[in-house]
């Protein structure tokens, strides 16, 4: 059996600050960590194929979390752009993935963890945790005005001291 894989420690060094991106993005490491374990020299193809599958599953929803929050908060284009097209290219890669397993081509299961591992921790340290500094810097701002005292015209407001 091939143990080599280690499996991911969550650190708080990999939180964007961004509640909904954080707590997926601990599912995600947990889903990739339970697959790690599930997954063994001798797991079926069926059984690689169904665990490809939740992973890519929920990675699809939380791409469409992010993805919402990007337009929703006009997340410069440039950015925004360069963002979803990490998202797309991973969907093309696991596609291509599970199609080369579908026709019998074999790959290892430490070559899928790394490649897993690989990406979600650069994507994550990257291009998540600069999304999560927008999206807190936005969120700043709106609180802000939310909480703007109102203007006070010229009065004192200092209460007059009794006596
Ligand atoms: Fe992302």
Do not use: C
């Amino acid at each position: 059996m091939n143990d080599q894989y280690n499996s991911i420690t969550w650190v708080e060094n990999m939180l964007t600050g961004v509640a909904s991106i954080d707590e997926q993005h601990q599912i995600l490491v947990n889903m990739l960590n339970m697959a790690a374990i599930q997954l063994t020299a001798g797991s079926s193809r069926l059984q690689i194929e169904e665990i490809i599958r939740d992973l890519m599953s929920y990675a699809l929803y939380h791409f469409d979390t992010e993805e919402e929050l990007m337009v929703a908060n006009a997340y410069p284009l440039e950015a925004q752009n360069k963002h979803f097209e990490e998202h797309r290219n991973f969907s093309a890669t696991v596609a291509q993935l599970q199609s080369d397993i579908k026709q019998g081509k074999l790959i290892t299961r430490e070559e899928l963890l790394s490649f897993l591992k690989g990406w979600l921790i650069s994507h994550i340290f990257d291009t998540d945790k600069q999304l999560g500094k927008f999206l807190l810097a936005s969120e700043l701002r709106t609180t802000d005005s939310i909480t703007d005292p109102p203007e006070t015209s010229g009065a004192n407001p200092a209460a007059p001291s009794a006596g």
